[in-house]
């Protein structure tokens, strides 16, 4: 089983910026690929920013709301994928999620609460 500990959540200011740090166990990490969900009580999650693992040579997709001002990237030496965003806004509140999926595996991290001030 994979375990993973998300770090870097938060208070931050409107305008602000916020990295976030997920650590995988495991010696797979490379092969899976990792992204962030956000979810606010009652709303859907909602993805935030993915990246694939070394198939996908580091492919990187990233949800609308966040594309431009939001940077996924991933140290496999670490067992460790970023979120680094930018210019947070009040409604990027939310508890993001680290999930990370390899074949028929997936794995959710406990979430990391961020919360943006105006």
């Known amino acids: 089983q994979v375990q993973l500990v998300e770090s870097g959540g938060g208070l931050v200011q409107s305008g602000g910026s916020l990295r976030l740090s997920c650590t995988a166990s495991?010696?797979?990490?490379?092969?899976?690929?990792m992204a962030w969900y956000r979810q606010t009580p009652g709303k859907q999650r909602e993805l935030v920013a993915g990246?694939?693992?070394?198939?996908?040579?580091?492919?990187?997709i990233y949800g609308d709301s966040v594309k431009g001002r939001s940077t996924i990237s991933r140290d496999d030496a670490k067992n460790t994928v970023f979120l680094e965003m930018n210019a947070l806004e009040p409604e990027d509140t939310a508890v993001y999620y680290c999930?990370?999926?390899?074949?028929?595996?997936?794995?959710w991290g406990q979430g990391t609460q961020v919360t943006v001030s105006s």
């Open positions: 999930n990370y999926r390899r074949e028929t595996d997936t794995y």
């Open positions: 495991g010696e797979l990490f490379r092969f899976a690929v």
């Open positions: 990246i694939a693992g070394i198939q996908g040579n580091g492919m990187t």
